[in-house]
């Protein structure tokens, strides 16, 4: 065994021990879709005294964070998102009612003497809005009205709130609240000056005001004095409170005034329930397509097969520790992502076997040891390939980090944790093992059993048949263009499905005791007053309700009319998104589609040449545009799932074409001036069975997770399995004869010369030509 690959294997056992501990010793964080509660995006809102900014957006964190504290939620999270935006994800909070009225109420408590009651006959002497020195009238908690002074003191100077039940008296629920030292001193003040007036008399009365309603208005005591006041710093709000709504007053004047008003922009809700049959439906697709794939491995390279399957169970290791050591949120669609990432992380291995099979097949019967040699450079040669490609997933999931929002942001990075460690699976783990069995003497003696020494059922095959592609590159392109055309009729005339996350709304998933048909549940609806309200079944007892921006009675109300034709309703997610939201979420997903090209496009430029990097950025657009006409025909919902599906495609679709144009650069360096034609022809002959291998496995873990994964995952498997199929195609019948046409009209044009040279004592590269 060389040094190196000792150095390689005492790594990969470090870093296995290590993420063996990790996954033994700590809890993976779960998103609210997997375990289940309420997730809040509130917008901060300009208001007369005060700007939503970076700093009131600050405050209005805090203020939230002391809220959540009081209601008893376990483990919230309150962040700031940008400017003005404020995340709030409340676990197991799934009747978010209560949450979102607390949450988003302003709560500016003011105190102000009650001047008297104004005359029904005439105007109010000044509007509301002119400034906090004029008159108020408003209603008081009696129903009549009351003219008010400018505050003299506000929520501020309290320092306690605590709600209280007097039974003896028989007062009931009241909130009685402690001041400072400075606003104790100005309540003393306040109330002297109401006691200058006799019983019974409105200016007696103070009233205390919570965003501007008179929520008590009680009349100072006989007993207080002229002048002197209530000199003990506490006063009590009453008015006939439940304990909730005592509670919850106690709650909002001691958390505080929020500096700016805040409006719920989104709000998602998922049940426990939902989230449980997630986790067990992605887990059974995850063992299930990974055991197909090992299988599917170990048949096809036999022993080094098996052995890159011990690195595939050594990559989930890895992968699932790194999640859980950097404390990454993991939700549905980042699940589906690790899941996902299983099935390309075989790509690496089988990149460098099919490598070392042409090593192989060039170096035998001209060393005495040829399999060791033939792996060693079947990976080295495979190594700018690996890199190329998973770099260009790696952009697709910066994006989605980026540009995305809430669980796509989890897909994002899900997804690069699994291609970062998948090259370490490949190139670490599976090498190391793979050369240390290369040493022996059995598996080198006998190529049926290590695998590389076998040509392969599709190399063979094409040895055999040997085709001439590419002698009439535009009808390969004609072909494109009326699939192509295809899928932008069908945009044209079926439409996008946009999901309410693009369009604003409120879409609601609901469990019926009783099977309840979708014809009876759109009439329940439409005699409730939800004509326009769209139904959609998922099963004999779930029901899909989606309408415009309703707000919570209106949810109650759509919910009792589905219980009285399915019996017992039980609400499983409720998705509200704002319509400034959903422009935005549009517009940043058109963002994400433009940078995600023209990223491509630079890095393919800076890589290889421009005809090949505007050859795959076309079969990327390409794809992507079929994609979305599928999406258009079928009426499936494009959704923040689907913009996670589709720019996976853009890296896969990105990802095969690197590969194809990786090996027609090797190729065609080795002839300068030489026509593109054979080295292009070569090249995807060789990279056949490569392609083949890799997307076998990928197909065994998306039509697991489009099988066994429910339907949250249905649609997002189905959106991979057309882009690995259509990106497939598009890798060798598109993007080549685009670069094919884009050198034919350059005159003279030949290929550069490659810059590395072959290193002493290492033998010249296998110069295969058009074989494979």
Known sequence: MTRATTVRAVLAAVVLLVSLFV??????????????????????KDSPTAKADRESTDRTVEVLRQRIDALGVAEPTVTRSGEDRVLVELPDVTDPREAAEVLGRTAQLTFHPVLGVPDDTAPDPRPESESESAELVLPDESGGRLRLGAPDLSGAGVKDARAEFDGQRGAGWSVSLDFRDDASRDWTRLTGE?????????????????????????????????????????????????????????????????????????????????????????????????GLTALFITFVYRLFGGLAALALA?????????????????????????????????DANVLAFERAREEYASRSGRTSRPLR??????????????VD?????????????????????????????GVLVSMFSALVIARALTEMAAGSRFVTDFPGVNGIGLRGRVRTYLTR????LFRRSRRWLGVSTVVVALAVLGVTLRGLNLGVEFTGGRLMEYTTSRPVGIDTARTALADAGFADAEVTTAGERELSVRTG????????????????????????????????????????????????????????????????????????????????GVFAWLGRPIDGIFLAALLTVIGYSVNDSVVVFDRVRELWARRPGSPLLPAARAAVLQTVPRTVNTGMGALFILTALAVLGGDSLRDFALALLIGICVGTYSSVFTAVPVALEMESRRKGSGPRRQRQRPRPGRGRPADNGARV
């Open 23 to 44: 996954t033994l010793t700590m809890s993976p964080r779960l998103g609210l879709d997997l375990q289940g509660g309420t997730r809040l995006v509130l917008q901060a």
């Open 194 to 290: 109401a006691a200058c007036h006799p019983p019974q008399d409105e200016r007696r009365r103070v009233a205390i005001v919570l965003d501007e309603k008179v929520i008590s208005s009680p009349q100072v005591s006989p007993s207080v004095t002229c002048g002197a006041g209530l000199p003990s710093g506490t006063t009590q709000i009453t008015g006939s409170f439940s304990a909730d709504e005592a509670k919850n007053l106690a709650l909002l004047i001691k958390g505080g005034a929020l500096p700016v008003p805040v409006e719920v922009v989104e709000q998602r809700t998922v049940g426990p329930t939902l989230g449980a049959e997630a986790i067990s439906a992605s887990a059974r697709a995850a063992v299930i397509g990974a």
């Open 314 to 346: 050594g990559y989930t290791l890895i992968s699932y520790a790194a999640l859980v050591a950097l404390g990454v949120t993991l939700t549905l669609p980042g699940l589906a992502g690790f899941v996902l990432a299983i099935g390309m992380a075989v």
């Open 373 to 386: 040699s033939a792996l060693a450079a079947g990976f080295r040669n495979a190594r700018t390939a690996v």
């Open 389 to 417: 490609s998973n770099v260009t997933t790696l952009l697709a999931a910066g994006l989605l980090f980026g540009l995305g929002s809430g669980p796509v942001k989890g897909f994002g990075v899900t997804l690069a944790i």
């Open 465 to 468: 048949r040997a085709p001439q």
């Open 549 to 628: 921006d309703t707000g919570d009675r209106a949810e109650a109300a759509i919910r009792d009319a589905l219980s009285a034709e399915g019996g017992a309703t039980t609400k499983v997610r409720d998705d509200l998104i704002g319509p400034s939201l959903g422009d935005e979420l549009r517009r940043h997903a058109l963002i994400a589609l433009g940078i995600a090209v023209g990223a491509q496009l630079l890095y393919l430029a800076v890589r290889f040449r421009w005809s090949f990097a505007v050859a795959s950025v076309t079969a990327m657009v390409h794809d992507v545009v079929i994609l979305v």
